[in-house]
């Protein structure tokens, strides 16, 4: 008997619709030699960013499950180092998007005053 593990699930799911989506999005532009417009760039990051705050909130779950006694197949470093994974790369897509989409329009609005 093969057990799949509610975090496996959930994080397969999330990343299978996420690639899905950002993917074939940036391989058609990529064919077309078009450059993918502002709103679905967003939108990427976006999923990505969605995506890394799911893998944290399945990691603190699996692990506050596992501290409490319930039966867990993973071991612990495996859960934390899952969590300093998910989390270094949510403070990145989040500085990303950060950088990427709201500093050009505060300096644009520094340069009109």
């Not at 008997?1 to 899905?20: A, I, M, N, Q």
């Amino acid at each position: 008997t093969v057990r799949v593990l509610p975090e496996t699930l959930s994080t397969v799911s999330t990343k299978g619709f996420h690639h899905s989506v950002c993917y074939s999005i940036l391989d058609q532009s990529n064919a077309k030699k078009v450059r993918v417009s502002k709103s679905i760039a967003v939108l990427i990051t976006s999923l990505q960013t969605l995506q890394m705050a799911v893998g944290m909130v399945v990691g603190f779950y699996a692990l506050s499950m596992k501290l409490s006694g319930v039966d867990c197949d993973v071991p612990v470093p495996n859960l934390l180092w899952s969590l300093a994974m998910y989390s270094s790369y949510f403070a990145l897509f989040v500085n990303f998007f950060r950088k990427s989409y709201f500093r050009r329009e505060e300096r644009r609005g520094l340069k009109h005053q």
